[in-house]
């Protein structure tokens, strides 16, 4: 059984750093991406940033551009997203995703963990 655990969630002013952590479980996910969205209040989920599982490869989108970076531990089976200069806009929860690099579907998701930004 596949499992995506998130956890590193917390509260933070505005300039603060945070670093989520994603625990992955359950088989093994060469060929895969590694994905962080997040969902804020009355929005859609958006796409935050991506890892290619295989080389270690990163896109991430605009708006977190320069603030955040995705990693991988292969020994550990684990995703974190290292946030920095925090602005009260990166509130929302955030959800470790996976899915076939060829795939259009995430069949994997966290729970999610809430990030909440102070101004």
């Known amino acids: 059984q596949v499992q995506l655990v998130e956890s590193g969630g917390g509260l933070v002013q505005a300039g603060g750093s945070l670093r989520l952590s994603c625990a992955a479980s359950?088989?093994?996910?060469?060929?895969?991406?590694m994905d962080w969205f997040r969902q804020a209040p009355g929005n859609e989920r958006e796409f935050v940033a991506r890892?290619?599982?295989?080389?270690?490869?990163?896109y991430y989108a605009e708006s977190v551009k320069g603030r955040f970076t995705i990693s991988r531990d292969i020994t550990k089976n684990t995703v974190d997203l290292q946030m920095n200069s925090l602005k009260p806009e990166d509130t929302a929860i955030y959800y470790c995703?996976?899915?076939?690099?060829?795939?259009?579907?995430?069949?994997?998701w966290g729970q999610g963990t809430q990030v909440t930004v102070s101004s």
């Open positions: 995703a996976a899915k076939p690099a060829v795939a259009s579907q995430y069949p994997y």
């Open positions: 359950g088989r093994t996910f060469s060929n895969y991406v």
């Open positions: 890892i290619r599982w295989t080389d270690g490869s990163t």
